[in-house]
């Protein structure tokens, strides 16, 4: 079946609640899209900080920092629901460590140990951002989501992920559309 024009493949765009999904984990998310294609599609919740940090993480893999004084209060990110123990980092540029998938000129998704390792041995120089989990929907799922005005999705863009505050994303994705949250009908008609 071809797809409608607004459901389209949207990997590598931002995904962007509307301000009605209220009470659940996407209240208020942006969520960067990693996969979307006929068998489902998978992304990255951008808004969602937990309560460890780098250090606690690093410590709990058993790599020891090389540079004590270095600043790794940075959260570790909750990246959906799915699959919690899995983890991926977000990071600026081309990249030298393995599995490593450009996302465009100016971002990478690294899913491999090698990054983290070089965190411990003060050796990255990038921004970085890593996440736990996964966004995941099946079949067809993100598509009626779409058609019922869930979403809105955006250009991706390194400057909401790595110069923003989490708690600062969702509003920011709103204001570079040009939309004022509180100017949103809460209720969408469809065309």
Same mark, same amino acid.
């Given at each position: 079946?071809?797809?409608?024009?607004?459901?389209?493949?949207?990997?590598?765009?931002?995904?962007?609640?509307?301000?009605?999904?209220?009470?659940?984990?996407?209240?208020?998310?942006?969520?960067?899209?990693?996969?979307?294609?006929?068998?489902?599609?998978?992304?990255?919740?951008?808004?969602?900080?937990?309560?460890?940090?780098?250090?606690?993480?690093?410590?709990?893999?058993?790599?020891?920092?090389?540079?004590?004084?270095?600043?790794?209060?940075?959260?570790?990110?909750?990246?959906?629901?799915?699959? /919690?123990?899995?983890? +991926?980092? @977000?990071?600026?540029?081309?990249?030298?460590?393995?599995?490593? *998938? &450009? #996302?465009?000129?100016?971002?990478?998704?690294?899913?491999?140990?090698?990054?983290?390792?070089?965190?411990?041995?003060?050796?990255?120089?990038?921004?970085?951002?890593?996440?736990?989990?996964?966004?995941?929907?099946?079949?067809?799922?993100?598509?009626?989501?779409?058609?019922?005005?869930?979403?809105?999705?955006?250009?991706?863009? /390194?400057?909401?992920? +790595?110069? @923003?505050?989490?708690?600062?994303?969702?509003?920011?994705?709103? *204001? &570079? #559309?040009?939309?004022?949250?509180?100017?949103?009908?809460?209720?969408?008609?469809?065309?």
């Amino acid at each position: 079946m071809p797809q409608r024009e607004n459901e389209q493949a949207i990997a590598n765009k931002l995904l962007i609640a509307m301000p009605d999904q209220g009470g659940g984990f996407f209240e208020k998310s942006v969520i960067l899209m990693l996969e979307h294609n006929e068998q489902g599609a998978m992304g990255l919740t951008l808004t969602h900080p937990s309560d460890m940090d780098m250090h606690a993480l690093l410590d709990n893999l058993d790599m020891p920092l090389r540079h004590e004084q270095r600043d790794l209060s940075q959260p570790v990110m909750i990246g959906g629901p799915v699959q /919690p123990d899995r983890g +991926f980092i @977000l990071h600026h540029g081309r990249s030298r460590w393995e599995n490593t *998938a &450009r #996302l465009s000129d100016s971002l990478s998704l690294t899913v491999s140990l090698d990054f983290l390792k070089g965190i411990a041995d003060d050796r990255v120089v990038e921004a970085y951002e890593v996440y736990l989990g996964y966004a995941g929907w099946g079949a067809g799922q993100l598509e009626q989501e779409l058609r019922n005005n869930h979403w809105l999705f955006a250009e991706a863009d /390194p400057e909401l992920i +790595f110069d @923003l505050p989490p708690e600062a994303r969702w509003q920011a994705a709103f *204001a &570079r #559309l040009g939309i004022n949250t509180h100017q949103i009908s809460r209720t969408a008609g469809h065309a």
